[in-house]
């Protein structure tokens, strides 16, 4: 009976989906549907798939029981069977706890912030559809229906970064994020089809991959794992393929909240645990992995250090932690990553929205530096930006700190220690830029008059709920070195291939590092910029300023040489070799139409002429082969 309530977690904001596009069609002719409407079609259908999550959750607990739930087969040819089915596991009901909570409290945090707007109900269409195809990603009980829902966000993330499609920028960065991301997802597709040929065909649920993979030629799962990889590349926006997720602030800021702190962005991450018992088979990819969160974190690090548009500081900092948890799965710490992924929901949402309640404050104004200038009362939404500021930087006893630091102690124990000193480089310039940005918005001096300004309920309550969940959400996987017992990793044990197993001197010392070198960032940027005077902004200028040129050398790569090549085949090889050949071709046959039609003249004495010409040429013929 239970697992029948699964799809019930996808149904309620499919159905709210459905529900207000279909109201915001009528709204559009009739002019007839209240905001209030959409508000309660578009946040309780999540609440919904929460309470339901919950009680899965409460009922896994106490029983310990495995829900899963075939709802059709999908396809049954020969060796290729896909089922239509949702599992329900320690890993992904984990994933669709605070997905589903986090991702409730955002759509409440959309009423206030897109309060009269035109298309107040159509984004609550494209928000509930989003979260629906985040849970069939992470409810899917084989790779093709979690693809169903990799793909489903990838859409939305379209439809929703150029949700102010009037704003041609928008609609460029829109294009940028789904073709980025269409490169990956071949690449993810290509991994399953390898996977598949390689056992030989088989039922393609997680189970029976997990089970045939023994005797299974290496290279193929190397290269399956590869691929598969490639995918989360593009999704979880590492390098290479991260170019997308800073312009995808083109859409309004709660989609920034939702992409960055529940949904698509973590897929990635998500896929790799999932695949587990893969990557436990190939270390050498997992390794791989590793050292392009590594480097993934440090780069969008030094980038975010210059930065003056405060969503796309946010943006960076997200590929950043994201290199974190990349980190720690590669090495084949899988619960300490999704620790991670989990507290990072809490401290990014409310950092995101955070922002957004500044930008609403401001007129939309997103530069940090015009943002101080005309800076604005907002103490509820300062504080709580100051708690993520807080978590994010790794100090404790916030919960940024207990998952940050489980990940460096992780690359410090399998003697990573490129990856370890990257990491630790990382998390002093986190807590330099977050500071950074938290200075010049909050603290450097302004010529103005602070005027409070009134933000909405449905802004500030949500970012309460979420910076009690930054202060407290580490305490769930407190370390033994604590007193505490692990249950993150309890409760994710059948992910685990790898423990911390340090000694509590070590794991003194390695806490008393990330600490000593998180502070450190904390005074450079309280030394530059608590006194920073904002009326001569730094200019985002340089290498760093410019993203290292990273987008001009993708234009100059594959972008401009793509139209160079498509313009050669346009005007050489199309126009002057095939449409030369075809047309030539066809004028020839023109011609001997036009010769044909003079002798089809309609003129009866002609043709008995001609029909006499030929009858002598056929008697002349015969007559000279008979020898008469």
């Not at 229906?145 to 009037?166: A, M, P």
Request: glycine share 8%.
């Amino acid at each position: 009976m239970n697992s029948s309530l699964l799809v019930w977690i996808i149904l309620a904001p499919l159905i709210g989906a459905i529900l207000n596009g279909a109201f915001y069609f009528y709204h559009i002719k009739r002019n007839k549907v209240s905001e209030l409407t959409f508000s309660l079609i578009g946040t309780i259908t999540p609440l919904i798939s929460f309470l339901i999550t919950l009680y899965l959750f409460l009922q896994m607990y106490d029983s310990g029981v495995i829900f899963k739930q075939h709802l059709f087969t999908w396809l049954n040819i020969d060796k290729l069977n896909i089922d239509m089915a949702l599992l329900g596991d320690n890993l992904s009901i984990f994933m669709s706890m605070f997905v589903t909570f986090v991702g409730w409290l955002i759509h409440i945090y959309a009423i206030g912030y897109m309060k009269g707007d035109e298309g107040f109900g159509k984004f609550f269409a494209y928000f509930n559809l989003f979260l629906a195809s985040m849970l069939i990603l992470v409810l899917a009980d084989n790779p093709i229906i979690l693809f169903i829902g990799w793909e489903g966000v990838g859409v939305c993330s379209y439809l929703l970064i150029k949700f102010y499609y009037g704003n041609k920028d928008n609609v460029l960065a829109a294009n940028k994020a789904f073709i980025a991301n269409r490169v990956g997802d071949f690449g993810f597709i290509l991994g399953i089809i390898v996977l598949f040929f390689a056992m030989g065909g088989v039922n393609l649920s997680f189970e029976s991959i997990e089970s045939n993979l023994v005797g299974v030629d290496q290279s193929l799962l190397i290269l399956g794992g590869f691929l598969l990889f490639v995918g989360a590349m593009g999704k979880s926006a590492q390098i290479p393929l991260y170019v997308w997720l800073p312009d995808a602030m083109a859409g309004p800021t709660p989609i920034s909240a939702l992409i960055h702190a529940a949904t698509m962005v973590t897929a990635g991450v998500y896929m790799v645990a999932r695949f587990h018992f893969l990557y436990i088979e190939i270390e050498t990819i997992g390794l791989f992995i590793a050292y392009i969160g590594a480097f993934s974190a440090l780069f969008a690090a030094i980038i975010a250090t210059r930065q003056t548009d405060i969503k796309k500081i946010l943006a960076y900092s997200t590929m950043s932690q994201l290199g974190y948890m990349f980190i720690a799965v590669g090495l084949g710490f899988y619960s300490t990553g999704l620790f991670h992924v989990f507290t990072h929901a809490f401290f990014k949402a409310m950092l995101f929205m955070g922002a957004g309640g500044i930008i609403i404050a401001l007129h939309h104004e997103q530069n940090i530096f015009k943002i101080a200038q005309h800076r604005a009362s907002l103490p509820i939404i300062g504080t709580t930006f100051l708690i993520g500021v807080i978590a994010i930087s790794g100090i404790p006893p916030f919960s940024g700190f207990f998952s940050k630091d489980a990940i460096l102690a992780a690359a410090f124990q399998e003697g990573q220690y490129l990856i370890y000193a990257i990491a630790m480089f990382t998390a002093f310039l986190t807590a330099f830029y977050m500071f950074r940005m938290y200075f010049i918005l909050f603290v450097a001096p302004n010529k103005h008059t602070k005027e409070y300004v009134y933000t909405s309920k449905t802004i500030t309550i949500p970012l309460v709920i979420l910076a009690i969940g930054a202060i407290f959400a580490g305490f769930l996987n407190l370390p033994s070195v604590f007193g505490g017992e692990h249950l993150v990793d309890t409760w994710l044990g059948q992910l685990n291939s790898k423990t911390i197993h340090l000694s509590h001197s070590t794991e003194y010392v390695l806490i008393f590092a990330s600490v000593f070198i998180a502070l450190a960032g904390i005074i450079v940027a309280y030394n530059k910029y608590s006194n920073f005077d904002v009326y001569k902004p730094e200019l985002e200028k340089g290498f760093i300023g410019n993203k290292f040129f990273i987008d001009e050398l993708y234009d100059l790569l594959f972008v401009q040489t793509t139209k160079g090549i498509s313009v050669f085949i346009d005007r050489v090889i199309d126009a002057k070799i095939i449409d030369a050949f075809i047309m030539g071709s066809s004028n020839t046959f023109v011609n001997i139409g036009k010769f044909v039609a003079k002798i089809q003249n309609a003129n009866v004495r002609f043709y008995a002429a001609t029909m006499l010409v030929g009858m002598t040429c056929i008697f002349v013929y015969i007559y000279s082969k008979l020898g008469l």
